[in-house]
């Protein structure tokens, strides 16, 4: 069951990603209108498309973070198989009209008993970051970073 706590927790780690990935700061009138005038206005959004049964089930898949190649996307889920809470997540294409194969969960050097969520990406896909309630330490919720071998 999708408790109280994991969705206090879930919007928690929400707007913490928000701050962490994107620099949360109140624009001036100023600066807003020179980002419209330098890229005008947002264009109409397309109706909302499935990511497809590899990504969305029956249980809670959130906060979404697709690789620079369009060809990884992350994502948390309460779905079987996981180690916790919430577990971090990946579906692989072999190309970006191909749907995504299986999702697998990223494993015990990720995933806790606690909760796993909030992903954001670097731009150069060398760095995850995302924030876990299972980690131990003073507090709750923690941000905390993966790179792969060789990538330091």
Do not use: Y
């Amino acid at each position: 069951m999708f408790g109280k706590m994991s969705f206090v927790f879930s919007l928690v780690v929400s707007l913490c990603c928000l701050a962490v990935a994107h620099d949360v700061a109140h624009a001036s009138e100023q600066e807003h209108n020179r980002c419209q005038r330098e890229f005008g206005r947002f264009s109409d959004w397309s109706a909302p498309v499935s990511l497809g049964p590899s990504i969305n089930t029956e249980f809670n898949e959130f906060h979404a973070a697709i690789s620079a190649d369009e060809l990884s996307i992350f994502f948390a889920t309460n779905r079987p198989g996981g180690l916790g809470g919430l577990d971090l997540w990946v579906a692989q294409r072999s190309n970006r009209r191909a749907a995504w194969r299986p999702a697998q969960n990223l494993g015990p050097t990720v995933n806790r008993i606690g909760n796993e969520a909030g992903i954001a990406l670097s731009p150069d896909g060398h760095w995850l970051f995302f924030c876990s309630n299972g980690r131990g330490g003073f507090g709750g919720i923690r941000h905390f970073c993966l790179f792969p071998q060789g990538h330091q």
